[in-house]
C-alpha cells in the first residue's frame, strides 16, 4: 500500500542518512554558522567542505569529535571515501 511504501522510503533515507552522518554533519554546521556568525554565511558554510585529512574512525562513533562542522565534515567525508575501498 502507499503507506507502507512511504515507511519503506522513510527508512531508506534514514539509513542513508545515518551511515553518511549527515544529519550530524548538518547540525554542527548550522551550530557553526550561529555561533561564528560570519559576514558571509554562505561562503563560511562553502569553506567547512574543504578540510584536511581526518582523524580516524572508531567502531563505536566518531572519534575527536568537535563542535565545529570542519571537524564533522572531515569526519564524514572520511566516512565516505572508506566505503568505496
Known amino acids: ?3 507502507s511504501s512511504r515507511m519503506g522510503q522513510a527508512s ?3 539509513e542513508y542518512l545515518d551511515k553518511h552522518n549527515l544529519v550530524e554533519f548538518t547540525q554542527l554546521l548550522v551550530q557553526s554558522v550561529i555561533k561564528e556568525q560570519p559576514e558571509e554565511p554562505y561562503d563560511f558554510m562553502a569553506k567547512q567542505f574543504f578540510f584536511p585529512d581526518p582523524e580516524p574512525r572508531t567502531a563505536g ?9 570542519a571537524t564533522i565534515g ?3 567525508g572520511r566516512e565516505a571515501r ?3 575501498t
Open 61 to 69: 562513533g566518531l572519534q575527536n569529535f568537535g563542535a565545529t562542522a
Open 1 to 3: 500500500s502507499g503507506t
Open 12 to 14: 531508506a533515507a534514514r
Open 82 to 84: 572508506n566505503t568505496t
Open 74 to 76: 572531515a569526519n564524514a
